[in-house]
């Protein structure tokens, strides 16, 4: 099986300053990872994948995060962040796409 | 082009009932998954259907059951429902029975209160 722990489960961090948010994973086979951001009473939107090939992926807005498979980790960077930035992100792992395995998300506040 | 719809948006049962909830994929998708988001907690899977049968299923009773129909459209039932019960339920929708290459898409999700 795998798992998913994100270490922080609050960021706050103000405007214009940098943000990483930490995710790593674990399993027995390779697995395919995705970071989803949740905005206040809405589901889960996707903001980037890590399928196979470069380790470092972008989405539109800014965001960044490299897949490290000696250290099992998938961190979540953005160099400057906006007051819109402010969500829930969660990390999650499949192996097939048909079970997704989330971690229990980071909180991040920008505080003006 | 519509994206994944849930429906209620919010749900307060007593414990013992049964609920049932329903979800209507994005527009082109044809597998449906379900998850449980707890307060403070990540979504974890229920279970997932793809041409009207269910195809995989998390570590959930058997109280936790669903249907899809020819539309591809899915409910979600739970029967003697227990205060632990009480979440967000997440639709997520996606192509080809679930595909790595085929990202989730999540309706707003439907919160389930039990009292």
């Known amino acids: 099986a795998q798992s998913v722990t994100q270490l922080d489960s609050q960021v706050p961090v103000f405007e214009e300053a940098p943000v990483e948010l930490r995710c790593n994973y674990s399993?027995?086979?390779?697995?395919?990872l995705f970071w989803y951001v949740q905005y206040p009473n809405q589901g889960l939107q996707l903001l980037l994948k890590?399928?196979?090939?470069?380790?470092l992926v972008e989405s539109i807005n800014g965001f960044e995060a490299e897949f490290n498979k000696s250290q099992t980790s998938f961190h979540l960077r953005k160099p400057s962040v906006h007051i819109s930035d402010t969500a829930e992100y969660f990390c999650a792992v499949t192996t097939t796409g048909n079970q997704f395995y989330f971690g229990t998300g980071t909180s991040l506040t920008v505080i003006p | 082009d519509a994206g994944v719809t849930q429906s209620p948006t919010h749900l307060i049962k007593t414990r013992g009932q049964q609920v049932t909830l329903r979800c209507s994929p994005k527009s082109g998708h044809d597998t449906v998954s379900w998850y449980q988001q707890a307060l403070g907690q990540g979504p974890q899977f229920i279970f997932q259907y793809y041409e009207e049968e269910e195809r995989q299923r998390g570590n959930f009773p058997d109280r936790f059951s669903g249907h899809q129909f020819p539309n591809y459209s899915s409910e979600l039932n739970v029967n003697a429902l227990l205060l632990g019960d009480s979440a967000l339920y997440l639709c997520a929708s996606s192509l080809d029975g679930g595909s790595y290459n085929s990202p989730l898409h999540f309706g707003n999700g439907t919160r389930l209160t039990v009292t």
């Open positions: 399993s027995s086979v390779s697995v395919y």
């Open positions: 890590y399928l196979s090939g470069s380790t």
